[in-house]
């Protein structure tokens, strides 16, 4: 039965955690993975997830099967992060959402949703893109093809390009945006540059899907939203993935979800309906843990808060680590200049270094990055920061 089945490739970002986990040198650095680590170098577990985790277990729930879309403490609280508390579009009931396992998760649930809906039309992927992005629409069955996304000289978007692609496409093409913290490039579009985003969807008739993995880690809640929030106001119908892996630092507990805005309460209902048929054929229905503890937090003033504190001290370790970075890069006598280092959003840079560099780095330093040379800046920190700035050096001299 097996006898022909040929050895998959290894995941790549995966693949090169466990040659990071088989290296013995003990100073060894991980830039691989996209998680965030703690100036300890250890996944944070959050207050705020620790004091909502005890609470939710202090109350003994029973573990019953939970509605196929979810519970609605935490879609509701999801609706009211992406879109604001005091959305319109919630009000009139025109926004669907469903917990998903994961941003992944919701990722594909939304794109089986979209399958069947016969459009016949291909799925576009920013050029380039997180690697999983492709493998889930091919695997719904999209024919997948790629928009122009970024400019190795300025280490920045190309509009242009972008603008050009996205015009190129016919009707009902799915485009997959990422709306803040660029995987791989840390490279945003500006607010002026979304709404022209918009324009082109509107007047092309595309869908826009908007993937929200990184919310909070750019500049904060409301403003890294800003893209769901444009879409919002445009009047069209859309997608919008979103995760709590990395803001919650929740990744094990697959927390996520899939949110539709629809044109009115009743095509809402409609398509409520024929999203449970798709999670009710795959899964069946979502896991209770997790999503329980971001209700939880979420839904608590007091919890709230504290969770936001957690997210920006987050996010302005990272800003940190970029800011070190690009000083000890100059001070280690790089010449090239590496100040968009401190551009780029997110956890994700896109350095420049080539694949050569990138295998000297492991082999030589046992500093791990994707041969891309995407590095993720959310796991220096300022025992490592001097290793690797000196270590770069070295690679690019
Ligand atoms: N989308 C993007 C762009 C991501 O970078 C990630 C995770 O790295 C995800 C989606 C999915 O995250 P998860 O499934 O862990 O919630
Ligand atoms: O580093 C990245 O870009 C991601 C990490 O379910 C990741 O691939 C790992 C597991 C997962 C989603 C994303």
């Known amino acids: 039965l097996f006898a022909s089945v040929q050895l998959a490739p290894k995941d790549p970002i995966f693949g090169l955690t466990e040659a990071y986990v088989a290296d013995q040198r003990p100073d060894k650095v991980n830039l691989g993975v996209g998680v965030y680590y703690t100036d300890e170098g250890k996944v944070p577990l959050l207050k705020a997830v620790i004091k909502a985790e005890e609470a939710v277990v202090a109350k003994q729930s029973p573990r019953s099967y939970i509605p196929i879309e979810g519970p609605n403490p935490y879609n509701s609280a999801v609706q009211n992060l992406l879109f604001g508390a005091d959305s319109a579009l919630i009000k009139d009931g025109r926004v669907v959402t469903a917990e998903c396992l994961g941003g992944t998760g919701a990722l594909r649930v939304g794109a089986d949703f979209i399958k069947r809906l016969n459009l016949n039309a291909p799925c576009a992927i920013s050029n380039p893109t997180w690697e999983n992005h492709r493998g889930i629409f091919e695997s719904a069955g999209f024919e997948v093809v790629e928009y122009a996304y970024f400019d190795g000289k300025t280490r920045g978007v190309d509009f242009d390009g972008m603008v050009k692609s996205l015009e190129s496409f016919p009707k009902n093409t799915t485009v997959l945006l990422h709306a803040c913290c660029h995987?791989?490039?840390?490279?945003?579009?500006?607010?002026?540059?979304?709404?022209?985003?918009?324009?082109?969807?509107?007047?092309?008739?595309?869908?826009?899907?908007?993937?929200?993995?990184?919310?909070?880690?750019?500049?904060?809640?409301?403003?890294?939203?800003?893209?769901?929030?444009?879409?919002?106001?445009?009047?069209?119908?859309?997608?919008?993935?979103?995760?709590?892996?990395?803001?919650?630092?929740?990744?094990?507990?697959?927390?996520?979800?899939?949110?539709?805005?629809?044109?009115?309460?009743?095509?809402?209902?409609?398509?409520?309906?024929?999203?449970?048929?798709?999670?009710?054929?795959?899964?069946?229905?979502?896991?209770?843990?997790?999503?329980?503890?971001?209700?939880?937090?979420?839904?608590?003033?007091?919890?709230?808060?504290?969770?936001?504190?957690?997210?920006?001290?987050?996010?302005?370790?990272?800003?940190?680590?970029?800011?070190?970075?690009?000083?000890?890069?100059?001070?280690?006598?790089?010449?090239?200049?590496?100040?968009?280092?401190?551009?780029?959003?997110?956890?994700?840079?896109?350095?420049?270094?080539?694949?050569e560099q990138v295998e000297r780095l492991q082999k030589e330093d046992g500093i791990y990055a994707l041969s891309t040379g995407r590095i993720c800046v959310a796991a220096l920190n300022t025992k490592n920061i001097d290793k690797v700035a000196k270590a770069i050096a070295r690679v690019l001299a």
Not at 188 to 200: H, Y
Not at 235 to 261: H, T
Not at 293 to 304: D, K, M, Y
Not at 317 to 339: P, Y
């Open 183 to 355: 995987n791989p490039t840390g490279a945003d579009i500006t607010e002026a540059q979304w709404r022209q985003v918009i324009d082109i969807c509107k007047n092309k008739g595309l869908i826009p899907f908007l993937d929200m993995a990184y919310q909070g880690f750019a500049s904060g809640i409301e403003q890294d939203g800003i893209a769901v929030r444009l879409f919002a106001q445009s009047g069209m119908s859309f997608f919008v993935s979103s995760s709590f892996s990395k803001s919650f630092s929740l990744y094990g507990e697959r927390v996520g979800a899939l949110s539709i805005v629809t044109q009115s309460k009743d095509e809402s209902t409609r398509v409520l309906s024929q999203l449970k048929r798709v999670i009710r054929t795959n899964y069946s229905n979502p896991p209770t843990h997790g999503a329980a503890i971001a209700a939880a937090v979420l839904n608590s003033a007091e919890l709230r808060k504290l969770w936001e504190d957690e997210l920006a001290e987050m996010r302005d370790r990272i800003k940190a680590m970029r800011h070190g970075l690009v000083e000890k890069l100059a001070a280690a006598g790089v010449k090239q200049d590496f100040a968009f280092i401190e551009q780029q959003r997110g956890m994700f840079s896109y350095s420049g270094l080539t694949a």
